[in-house]
């Protein structure tokens, strides 16, 4: 029998996918989304826009690019660039 090599933290028990960057991205753009009012809510399925949420989020992207641009694939930076892009105008919109 195989042994899990991972780091004892119990992520084979959770029977959660494996996260890649590219769904950290989409996961965090989906959280921007919802404080914009463009998406609903999960939880209460209501349309509520809390800009001030969704800049702190577009600002950790706006981090990640910063921080990881030398080492992402180039897909995984086109995908940061154009998420960033779409919530940046998003914002603004909103915002004003």
């Known amino acids: 029998m195989a042994e899990n090599k ?3 933290c119990g992520e084979h028990l959770m029977g959660m996918p494996e996260i890649d960057f590219s769904t950290f991205v989409l996961s965090l753009s ?8 463009e998406a609903p809510d999960p939880s209460t399925g209501q349309l509520d826009s809390q800009p001030h949420l969704a800049k702190q989020v577009i600002d950790i992207l706006g981090m990640l690019k910063a921080k990881t641009e030398q080492g992402l694939t180039d897909e995984e930076n086109k995908l940061l660039c154009e998420m960033l892009y779409t919530l940046r105008m998003k914002y603004v919109n909103k915002v004003g």
Do not use: K, Q
Not at 30 to 37: C, Q, R
């Open 6 to 8: 991972g780091c004892g």
């Open 30 to 37: 989906s959280s921007a989304l919802v404080h914009l009012g």
